[in-house]
C-alpha cells in the first residue's frame, strides 16, 4: 500500500520507499495448506451483493491431524465503525450508516455431502470437522455466502456503478505448526493483515452484461443472454483474489518482455482525458521491467492497475492493483489548486511503481503482514525510492537521499513528545493507538526502508542485491520471516552485519545515524525539488513565471539587463536584488548601454526596468505583450491607471523563438517587484501601489 502523502510542497517527496533473502530455517512453517479454490457467483447490481458458493480442497501438510478448519471473513470488519480498515488510522470517521456497512454471512457449510457444524464469530469462519483431518489426506470443503458491499471509499465497497471486491471471501486462515494453532487475528484497523498460502482459484461469476471485470489471473467471457454475462476467472499460485469492476472502464495495454500491463480508467462521462491513465501505464511498465532485472523476473503473464474510488492511497494485490481516482487535469487561475493538482500527479506515478514493487513483496515473497509489515510495507517502499534513484538519478524527489532529511534525528525528536514510536520489527496492531497513522507512517514507511538503506551502504551494491535476488529466489512463493531475512543477511554479509541490522530491527529508537547528509547533497536536493516542480508546472501549462529559471537550472545561459538610467539610490538598490539572483554562474550580467542586438538574439535574457530607464526595453517596447507609460499598465487583457506599478511575465524572446524573456518591471522610481513567487502556472503577475495583485496568462 502507498499511503497519500501531505499537500505541503517541502513534504512532497519526503514520505516515500527493503529487501533480502533466506535460508531453510527463515521459511514460516505455517506454510502447510496449499488450497484450490472453484466458485459459482451471482452479483446483484440493485442490491449490492454477492452470493454463491466456493469449493476448496485442502491437503493437510501440517504434520499433525486437525479437528477443524478455519476461514477468514474479513468483509465482517466493515460492519462497524471501530473495526473497519483504514488506511491512515481511525481518526475522523463518521458512524456508519446501513448503505456503508458490509458483511458475509455464512449460510452452509458441506463436507462430503453432509452438512457440518460452523461458527461465525469476529472475523472469523471456524469449521468442526465431522471426523478428524489426517496428516497428507485432502478433504473438499462447500461453503455458501453472501456477501454485502459496503457503499464508500475504503479498499472494499463501491461508489456509482464502479466496485472493488477486496478480501470479500472466506479465505482459509494459517496453522502454525510451532504454537499448534490456526491464525485468528482480525483484519487490522492500521496498515494490513494479508497471510496466506498461495493456491489455485477457478471463478464463474454472473455480472450484468455491460459490465467491464478485471482480476487476479486471466477474464473470459463463458456465455451470455441478454441482460447478464457469466465470467470464468481463473488465476494460479497467487496468496489472494481480488476482481475490480464497472461498466464506465476502458483500458490501455502495453507488453514488456512477454508481460502485459494493462491500465483501466474509469470513462468520466464529459471528461476523456486518459493521460493520467497513460502516465500510471508507463510507470508501470518501467517498474515491471526494472524490478524484474534488480530482483528476479515477475511470475505472472499479466498485470493490471485500476482506477478506483479508493481514498488515502493505492493499494496491492495479486496481479491486480488499486489505485485511487485520477486528478482531472482543468487548468485553473487558482495556484493552490494547480499545486494540489501537481501533489497528485506526483504521487499517482510514485504510487503505481510503489504498488508494483509489491508484486515481489508481498505476492510473490509473502509475509504475516499483521505480525511483520516490515518485510512487505519497508521493503516496498525502500525498492521505491530505490527505483527512482536508479532512473531519475540520486537527488530524484522520490529517491533515497531525499527521504533522509524527514527521518533525521531531529525530525523523529520532533515529534517523540507528542508520539510512541514502536520498533521497525512491530506488528500492525502496535500501532493502534495511532489515531493518525503518523507513527506508522514514520516507522514502517521511514525508519524501515532507511534501515534497508542502512544496509546497503554498509555492504555495497553488489552484495546488496545479491541478498535481494537470492531472498526473492529461495522464498518465491512461500512466506517469509524476519528471521529468515536476517538468515540470509548472515549468509551473505556476515555475523557482525547482521547483528547490527537485528539490534535496528528491535529498537524503539533507531536513526540512521550512518546516512547523514552533506551540506552539498542538502543544496543539490534543494535544487533538485525545485526544479522538478517548476518543470510540472511548465509541462502542464506552457510558459510560466520560472520557466527561465528551470533553463538555467538545466545548465542554459542567460544575460542579465539592467538599467543604467537609475538614480544613485535606486542603483544600489537594485544593484543588491541582481546580486541575489545571479549566484547562478550561467547568468551574466551587462548594463543596457553594452547589450548589442546579437546579445538580444543569442541569449536567454533578464530584462529589468522600464522604457524610460532602459535603452534595451525602449527598442523593445513593441514587442512585449504589456505596454508601459508613466501612469497606465495595458495589455489585450487589462488596463491599469497608477503611478506605482511593478510585476514580471515570461515570454518568448521576440528576437529568437527558441529563448525566453523574464521581464521585471516598475513604473516608479525605486518600486521594485521583489516578492516573486515562480512556483506558479501564471505568465505574469503585476502589483499595483502594493495593495493590488493580479496573476494570469497571455
Known sequence: MNFKKPKNIILISFLTLLTLCLFKTGIVKASTLPAKYNMDLNFNANTKTLTGSEEVTIKNSTGTSLNDIVFHLYPDSYNKKETMPSLVGIAGMEDLT????????????????????????????????????????????????????????????????????????????????KENKWDENVFNIVGESNYSDIADYNINLKVPKDYVVASTGEEKEQSSDENSKIMNLNASSVRDFVIIMSPNYKVLSKEIDGIKVNSYYLAKKGYSDNSTAEDVLDSAVGAVQFFSQQFGKYPYNELDLMESHLSGGAMEYPQIIQMPMYPEKIPSSNNDQYISSLYEDSFISQAAVHEVSHQWWYVTVGNNEFKEPFLDESLATFSTAYYFEKTEGEYSQNGILNMIPAYSNESIGALSSQYKFPSIGSGVDKFDDDVNGTAYIMVIYGKGPLLIEDLRKRVGDTVFLDIMQTYFKEYKFKNSSIEGFLSVIEKKAGKNVNDIIKSSLNSDNYIAENLKLTDEQIEKLANEQYRNMLRNLEENNGLILGSLQLRILNGEKALLVKPSNLATDEKESLDNIIKTMTSNSNISIKEDKDVTDEDIKNNNIILFGNPWNNKVFDSMKDDLPILLTKNTTSCDNFSFKNENINGAFTIKNPKNDNKLMLVFFWTKDNSFYTDLNLITNSQFTISIDNKQFFNGRF
Do not use: C
Request: aromatic letters at 12%; a neutral charge; proline letters at 2%.
Open 98 to 177: 446501513e448503505s456503508q456497512k458490509g458483511d458475509i454471512y455464512i449460510t452452509k457449510v458441506i463436507m462430503n455431502e453432509k452438512d457440518v457444524k460452523f461458527t461465525q464469530d469476529d472475523q472469523i469462519l471456524k469449521i468442526s470437522l465431522n471426523e478428524a483431518f489426517g496428516i497428507n489426506k485432502n478433504i473438499k470443503i462447500s461453503i455458501s455466502f453472501k456477501l454485502k458491499l459496503p457503499m464508500g471509499t475504503s479498499r472494499l465497497g463501491y461508489m456509482d456503478n464502479d466496485y472493488s471486491l477486496t478480501n470479500w471471501y472466506p479465505i482459509l486462515s494459517m496453522y502454525d505448526n
